[in-house]
């Protein structure tokens, strides 16, 4: 991920009706269904806006349509700004 500290953050989306469907959907399918589209929707935003080996996608959180990942603090000020992004926040270490 080249020469910059990086540092896991976490990203939360903006309100996505289709989330918000698939989430309501307690069914074994439904929830397999949420996660699958989710860990898509999370992988294509991070794709479009970082070039490939720039960052690593830690996880895709389900019950508040975020993730995490490892990225810069430059990416962390892109993410920022991308429209679907609602918040992102450096993850802090408890001691």
């Known amino acids: 991920m080249g020469d910059q500290k990086t540092e896991v953050y976490f990203v939360f ?3 996505d009706p289709k989330y918000e469907r698939l989430h309501a959907d307690r069914s074994k399918e439904g929830v397999e269904e949420l ?3 989710l860990s898509k929707k999370h992988d294509q935003l991070l794709a479009k806006l970082f070039q490939p080996n ?3 996608k830690k996880s895709s959180l ?3 349509d975020g993730f995490s990942v490892e990225i810069t603090k430059e990416q962390a000020a892109t993410l920022r700004s991308a429209k679907e992004v609602r918040v992102v926040e450096k993850n802090q270490e408890l001691a």
């Open 62 to 64: 389900a019950i508040v």
């Open 54 to 56: 720039t960052y690593k």
């Open 13 to 15: 989306m903006n309100f």
């Open 35 to 37: 996660d699958t589209y």
